[in-house]
């Protein structure tokens, strides 16, 4: 019960920080709460998301916060300091599940988009992946011989999902398909815009497709990065009541969240 409780708290949470952020950068303009709406009813909508806290909850509240850092240094004469935050909240996430590794591996590319990236940002990217490491071991929080390689390499390896899995993995193919097509026609209308916006939804966008990676080389932890893809989905949806000229469209907004909805008896009974 109480796993349920702090999976709704933090699902409650990561709808105001997507708000917030929105807020702050302003990357999609005039939505209201069409954003915030969305991701949490996508979040909500998921029996394995909103049963119990683990690792997708996780996972989207550290990539959100390492979002916001990378957001926070366009075009900035120097992003050490974010970057080696960024670097250390992906790293000590990596000590508690290796599903880390995928928004750790598109820290570098996203500053890259942010204009960003010099050699001084990736000596601080180096810094923050080594410096949780090197205090857990120094201090003796960690042993070495507990440290399990092994696993990561298992990891990176395709493991077959369970049949269980098999409505899980179409519900995200299915979601996947609509933000594609949403986010090839927000690029297109995006393109001859403001660069600050461009880029800073083609990070979002690019935190989306990791995502993405990260089911398709291991869709048996499939769930894990479902809260991320849920995130860019829903920047991807929300823009289409911005950019494209939909009458009535909080009429449609209902009709879209009535939708997603929808999905939690199907998944409920799998």
Known sequence: MWSAVCAWGAMMLLALFAQLLNKSFDFITGTDMALPSIFLLLLASNPAISARFGSPLLLALASIAMLALAMDCYRATNGTQQIFVAATIGSVGCMCDTAFIIPLLWCVPAWGVMKCLRLRELVAFGLGLIAPWWCALGTGLVSPDSLDFASLMRWMVFNPPAPAEAVQ?????????????????????????????????????????????????NPSSLSAFTGIFYFAAAVQFAQMFVLWNIPRPRLWLWIGLLLIAAQFPLLLLV
């Open 169 to 217: 993995i179409g519900a995200v193919c299915w979601w996947a398909f609509l933000a594609v097509i949403l986010g090839l026609n927000t690029a297109v209308k995006l393109y001859a815009g403001n660069t600050r916006t461009r880029a800073l939804n083609n990070i979002i966008t690019l935190l989306g497709l990791a995502a993405l990676a990260g089911m398709a080389l």
